[in-house]
């Protein structure tokens, strides 16, 4: 369980720092982060609006930014612009207890600037029904022959799970390394809580649809599967989404090439197997921007994932056509909560050393949690 230390009641001061100018919030802040220096790090991940990307000492995708937190063991507080289980990721990184041992007791304080910052994928997978499905699953086949893998969009006591159980992380940059990782082990996977990550991954290294099903976790019947189909399972799929990403639909890139001669059309990993079917190109956040940054002048582009991503790549490649899959707007809401007023809001009383929204994950849970992610950390 992970628990949030919050001394200054949260919405109190919410009507002084919302009646802002942005301009203005944005000068306080820069001012905290000057008179901080290398004391205060701010990441920032790809979907964050752009008035706050600004702020961020570091941007990148969930991989990239688990390793810039374990990385920055030296600094005092890591403000986390992105959504609860990141900044989980980075308390658990950034205070490694060997790290904290060498800091003679001293932990880094990771902040998330708006507490109501989730993820809905991460609330699609509770560890009671993570459990229960193991011991269901114990039932019809051996469970020493399955890795738990959990995308890193999850909750700590997910993380945690995988940790005891043999299991892993993986994140959307790295799934095909770590599901090569687990086959090694086992014949089979119970991969959480996307199973549009899973199948899309699973898909690429071969595995045949017949040989995956869906775990239905409000479905008390075996996850809703019949006892053959478990057994003869190598991919068992949490039924968990991402509601952004699942607006994204075939028939939105069959409509983009038919107005768009020569378009590329690019997705997320976490987009449905009929919409990464049709695409061009699939991959992370990171591997997004890449293509586009890569991209010689003149190329044409459908991107399917999160909105501000996909508006700051057209702002800055002009050289470029750049357009959304969807014709509706597809943003992740929780993650736009992170804010100018909440993160001037939260690194001035992390400043005045009364920090707010601090995320501490418990002591037993950070070990195993730990012991998941640096699995996968050493896969890639
Ligand atoms: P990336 O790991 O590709 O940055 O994706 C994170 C995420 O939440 C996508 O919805
Ligand atoms: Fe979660 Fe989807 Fe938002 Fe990513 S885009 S943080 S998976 S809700």
């Known amino acids: 369980m992970s628990t949030a230390a919050d001394p200054v009641p949260r919405a109190a001061p919410f ?22 220096g290398e004391r205060l790090v701010i990441l920032g991940h790809h979907y964050q609006q752009d008035g706050v990307i600004a702020h961020a000492d570091f941007q990148g995708d969930s991989y990239q930014l688990s390793k810039s937190a374990a990385e920055r063991a030296g600094c005092e507080a890591i403000v986390f612009c992105g959504v609860h289980f990141m900044a989980e990721t980075a308390d658990i990184l950034a205070n490694r207890p060997e790290q904290v041992a060498a800091r003679s007791g001293r932990r880094v304080t990771v902040v998330l600037p708006d507490m109501a910052a989730g993820c809905s994928m991460a609330d699609m997978a509770a560890i009671e029904q993570v459990e ?134 690019l997705v997320h990993p976490e987009c449905s197997m009929e919409v990464v079917d049709k695409a061009d190109l699939v991959g992370s956040t990171s591997y997004i921007l890449k293509q586009v940054e890569q991209a010689p002048p003149g190329t044409t582009w459908a991107i399917g994932t999160e909105l501000h991503l996909v508006k700051r790549l057209e702002h800055n490649h002009p050289e470029q056509t750049v357009r959304f899959l969807s014709p509706v707007v597809c943003m992740c809401a929780t993650m736009y909560r992170i804010d100018l007023a909440h993160l001037c809001w939260s690194l001035e009383h992390l400043e005045r050393g009364r920090p707010v929204n601090v995320i501490r994950v418990d002591d037993e849970t950070a070990q195993w949690a730990l012991t998941a992610l640096e699995r996968m950390l050493a896969v890639r």
């Open 15 to 36: 009507p002084e720092y919302r009646g802002l100018e942005d301009a203005h919030l944005a000068d306080r802040i820069e001012a905290v982060r000057r008179r901080m």
């Open 132 to 265: 229960d499905a193991w011991a269901d699953l114990g039932t019809v086949i051996d469970t020493t022959d399955i890795t738990p893998v959990t995308y890193i969009n999850s909750a700590a006591s997910l993380k945690a799970f995988c940790g005891r159980h043999g299991g892993i992380v993986c994140t959307s940059s790295n799934a095909r390394a770590v599901l090569d990782w687990a086959f090694a082990k086992t014949k089979r996977v119970l991969f959480f809580p996307d199973q549009h990550l899973g199948r899309n991954t699973a898909r690429t290294m071969g595995v045949g649809l017949d040989e995956m099903c869906v775990w239905n976790p409000h479905d008390p019947t075996l996850g809703g599967n019949p006892a053959e189909q478990l057994t003869k399972s190598r991919v068992i799929l949490w039924q968990g989404h991402c509601s952004v990403h699942a607006m994204f639909k075939p028939e939105h890139v069959d409509a983009m090439r038919a107005n768009l001669p020569g378009v590329k059309v």
